[in-house]
């Protein structure tokens, strides 16, 4: 249903926000805390953790539809189809308060300093407008307001960093792990994780349940609708559910004035606003950008470069999984990474490739999770008699390191608007056109050769591995660009248009490269930072207030 969970909307708001998950979110506070009239737009609902099925006997058969992470296969009222035909990879995302954060594992990572500067370091893509030292305070300040656990020290970080709460356990699979990783002489560290590991302001420790990814019923999660929208609408800011967003509109001199947006009964709606930040994920946002055109905006609003939509990047991920004679209950959460390594991450040359990945060790989970991701088998092996033989063999013994490699921008990669699918309310759907690189073949097959290695060393009877994991776009990223001439990028350093100086994009669209790890500190931390930026400019931004 259309939802109001505030006061009456204001006529005209100083700042209206498209999207309620995690950079959105952090705007939406941050604002409303400084005594900015904002209203969000978000095209889903709240989802109580009630309503997560971890806790309950038949979480596995119901995320295999309900809380799916594939927005084609799950298939909610506000979710929006996706052509898919002509990519590698299948983009992953949820639609509510708290966006995917809902779904995520977790992984809380930090972008090494080199990912700034890959042109400098590698010659290759470009860098960005910023280093690691300019976002360190924002990275701090994001761990403290969503609670990150983990370990300071990390070897891999020139800082060490430094984390508000203790690690989770790392558990019998870390352990394991770690000891394969020793006997090589490999970097390993326990994973820095946004779930609490003792009671953190107004949210429990985590319960362990695994089932971070279908959301947590304990409330554990750092997930946005629980870390940021509580204090946002105490703040007095205004969240309007159920509302799909089909244009940024504009005035007569082409800046932005407001929003349509259709509610779940079919109405439509303006907003008007005197700013407009578009935090919609790199294939919602656009997608937005896109369907936004007018005379003064021809090809799509903020796109005078053409690069709107182009340099998707989407994380490919391999995995290779060991089975183990010990009991190592791996069904124990959290989802999230029990240890991680930088042992491959920086590029060496005489690899064959440029750039590298960071792995994560992660629980198997239950038995329906041991097959999903990694079917293949024939069915006589994997059905009936020998089902439960397997199981029983294999039910907490294995473990998966997982390889998030790093997707470098091209062109070629792409969201464009599909010329015949629409969603529920004929507005046109977004189409992937994204291949994985040869670089990227090359990258992945050595880092799971090396995992291998890994498993063998700790003492695995047998391994099974997937090079490129199909469902595995969980990291939108790259397709409304930053960077300082408008002729290369969509936006700047703060996140503002080129062409629009009172439109902002602030979600992992701005990325100028990928990194090899979880970028939903950095999205965040960077949304903090821009949102700032313009809590500081305001007197320049509320100038062209809508009539």
Sequence with gaps: ??????????????????????????????LAEKGFSVVCLEQGDWTPPSEFAGDKPEWELVKQKQWHPNPNVRDHPADYPIDTTESDVNPLMFSGVGGSTILYAAHWCRFLPSDFK??????????????????????SRMDREIGTSGLGGNTAYPDGEEFP???????KIGRKAAEGMDKLGWHWWPGANSIPSREYRHRPSCLRYGTCLTGCPAGAKAS?????????????????????????????????????????????????????????????????????????????LGNSSGLVGRNLMMHPYGAVSGTYEDNLESWLGPAGHAIESMQFYETDASRGFVRGAKWNVMPSGGPLGMRSGYGGRPVDE???????????????RSFEWGIIAEDLPDEANRVVLDPTLTDADGIAAPKLIYKS???????????VDRAREAHEAAGAISTSET????????????????????????????????????????????????????????????????????????SNQLTSAVS
Aim: net charge negative; charged share 20%; proline share 5%.
């Design 467 to 538: 090079r490129l994991m199909r469902d595995c776009g969980w990291h939108l990223l790259g397709t409304a660009r930053m960077g300082n001439d408008p002729a290369t990028s969509v936006v700047d350093q703060w996140g503002r248009s080129h062409d629009v100086p009172n439109l902002y994009v602030i979600d992992g669209s701005v990325f100028v490269t990928s990194s090899g790890v979880n970028p939903t500190a950095t999205i965040m931390a960077i949304a903090l930072r821009s949102v700032e930026h313009l809590i500081g400019d305001r």
């Design 165 to 171: 709460l203790p690690p989770l356990p790392i558990g």
């Design 382 to 396: 994997s059905w009936g008699e020998n089902f439960h033989r397997n199981v029983k063999a294999n039910l907490g």
């Design 224 to 300: 946005t609708d629980i870390t940021h929208w509580p204090a946002a609408l105490e703040a007095g800011a205004h969240l309007v559910t159920g509302a799909r967003v089909r244009e940024i509109t504009v005035d007569h001199k082409g800046l932005a004035s407001g929003a349509t947006y259709v509610d779940r009964e079919g109405t439509e709606h303006h907003q008007k606003a005197a700013v407009v930040i578009v935090a919609s994920n790199g294939v919602g946002t656009p997608r937005l950008l896109q369907l936004s055109t007018s005379s003064l905006h021809p090809d799509g």
């Design 437 to 447: 690189s040869e670089n990227t073949t090359k990258l992945i097959d050595f880092h």
């Design 118 to 139: 890959v042109k400098t370091v590698d010659g290759i893509a470009d860098d960005w407008p910023f280093d690691y030292a300019e976002l360190a305070p924002y990275y």
């Design 1 to 30: 249903m259309f939802t109001i969970r505030s006061r009456d909307l204001p006529d005209v708001a100083d700042v209206l926000v498209v999207g309620a998950g995690a950079s959105g979110s952090v705007a939406v506070k941050e």
